[in-house]
């Protein structure tokens, strides 16, 4: 223990004061057992400068008085204050003691999450994400503690950067099987995501030339931004009742297109065989190439699954899926699978932006999927996602009668068009929120609002139980009721 004599006197002199702070920070250091009280003390100083217990410019005691008063050895002090002198946090120089460097600035406390949430929200209809609380925790965390059990060694160094064979084949045979690709290990390759694999077609597209990519309007907002990070700007393509319109494609002179061909987002409608068919003409007459994102194509429920577009032409379809809407988006875990001709390209430039993904991740999932967890998952969720879309439906219905569902039974979200009586569309959102519920136009997929200001919404339904959407639709009634009612006489009435 510290002597309580003039030892203990906090040192004044011109540089600053080493206080009663700083003691509390060095006391327990040396306290700590002999081999570790060194590098105890060295650490408690640091810490003190960095949290600015120690500010720049002040004077430390001598390196005698400071082990005198800390029952320490003058050499633990000596080399203390060596050590922090090297690194920067200290200065000193002959005759003139030791001082706290004017060099160190204190870290801001603490660590933002930047993770997108909805403040004060009562029900989020806003659409793309699932239901994380059915991630199957259980199953997730056996398939981790089997893998860890017989990983070898060498599994743990940087893995290839297409991702671990065993994912690659167990993803090969899942894909095949579900969703009707052309599946070669040798061509998949392991992302962070459909997000990932977007960008690493655009690096290779924009090291072949290419400036410009074409993109369904409406559409995911996140395609252009993911597009711009590699140099290539995109350019809005129509839609009609079939799919991407094929004469404006041609048109505008682009050689690759991003298409969603099995549950368009917004929209929701499937492409029909016959466009299927007009856009592959396309790619093989330009030598282009269709982006196919697969993101929810394994959610159908008045049927199967229409198989994706990759299977009919491997050659001039790029393929990409994940895991974010049938386990969880945090999990980063996707795929892409290539044309031949881009394949070594496409893992070159992986390799440089990121030499690969968790190999134990990768382990874990290779597991789950070989052993049937995952197609049990998928059928969990398919079972709860039909409930809630025929929840969220009936709700309208008896709320909003009049209120279109537009789109397949498919997906995690549903377009409904309001009848007019319903708009502006500016008034129904700013009630919307003024009621707790956040909700996402059309409009903001690309789209212009609807003739007279008529209100076409994205719903979301997937992360939402059954009450809770119930819920959220009974408020934006009471909402628009409750408006309706404080209209008065003479102005105007929404009903």
């Not at 801001?108 to 909805?118: E, I, M, N, S, T």
């Not at 991702?163 to 599946?183: F, K, M, Q, T």
Request: glycine letters at 12%; charged letters at 25%; hydrophobic letters at 40%.
């Amino acid at each position: 223990m510290m002597s309580s004599g003039t030892n203990s006197r906090p040192d004044r002199s011109r540089g600053g004061e080493f206080g009663a702070a700083a003691w509390e920070l060095l006391l327990p250091a040396a306290a700590a057992p002999a081999r570790r009280r060194g590098r105890a003390l060295q650490s408690a100083l640091r810490e003190a400068v960095r949290s600015g217990r120690l500010v720049p410019g002040t004077r430390l005691p001598s390196s005698r008085a400071l082990a005198a008063d800390l029952r320490v050895s003058r050499g633990l002090v000596t080399e203390a204050y060596e050590q922090l002198t090297a690194e920067g946090y200290l200065r000193s120089g002959r005759g003139a003691g030791t001082w706290v460097s004017e060099a160190v600035r204190a870290p801001v406390p603490g660590a933002r999450d930047l993770a997108p949430r909805a403040e004060d929200v009562h029900v989020d209809f806003r659409p793309g994400t699932p239901d994380l609380s059915l991630f199957p925790r259980s199953a997730w965390a056996a398939a981790h503690r089997a893998v860890l059990g017989r990983l070898p060694h060498g599994a743990l160094g940087y893995p290839d950067p297409r991702g671990l064979p065993v994912l690659r084949e167990a993803l090969a045979a899942l894909l095949s099987r579900r969703r009707g690709v052309v599946a070669d290990p040798e061509r998949l390759v392991v992302c962070s995501g459909v997000a990932q694999a977007t960008t690493l077609l655009g690096f290779v597209l924009h090291g072949r030339g290419m400036r410009s990519v074409g993109v369904e309007d409406p559409g995911s907002p996140e395609h252009s931004a993911l597009f711009a990070s590699a140099g290539i700007t995109t350019v809005g393509l129509p839609l009609d009742d079939e799919g991407l319109a094929t004469e404006p494609l041609v048109r505008s002179g682009v050689r690759a297109v991003v298409t969603t061909p099995a549950h368009q987002f917004p929209t929701g409608i499937a492409y029909s065989a016959a466009r299927r068919g007009r856009l592959l003409e396309w790619a093989r007459a330009t030598n282009g190439l269709i982006v196919e994102d697969d993101y929810d194509g394994d959610f159908r429920y008045d049927r199967a699954p229409v198989g994706a577009l990759q299977g009919l032409d491997p050659e001039h379809v790029a393929y990409t899926g994940s895991v974010s809407k049938s386990l969880a988006p945090g999990l980063r875990l996707g795929w892409l699978l290539a044309p031949a001709d881009m394949t070594d390209e496409i893992v070159a430039r992986k390799r440089t932006m990121d030499l690969g993904n968790p190999a134990v991740d990768q382990a874990v999932l290779a597991d789950f999927i070989t052993r049937g967890g995952y197609d049990r998952q998928l059928r969990r969720c398919q079972r709860a996602y039909r409930e809630r879309r025929d929840t969220l439906t009936s709700m309208l219905a008896e709320h909003f009668p009049g209120t279109e569902v537009s789109g397949i039974a498919a997906g995690l979200h549903i377009i409904a068009a309001l009848p007019e009586r319903y708009g502006p569309e500016a008034v129904f959102m700013a009630r919307a929120a003024d009621a707790g519920v956040a909700l996402r136009p059309l409009g903001a997929c690309g789209t212009l609002p609807g003739e007279d200001g008529a209100v076409r919404l994205v719903l979301g339904y997937a992360h939402l139980a059954p009450p809770d959407i119930e819920r959220g639709v009974r408020l934006l009634a009471a909402a628009h009721r409750g408006a309706n009612g404080r209209a008065g006489g003479g102005g105007r009435v929404f009903i």
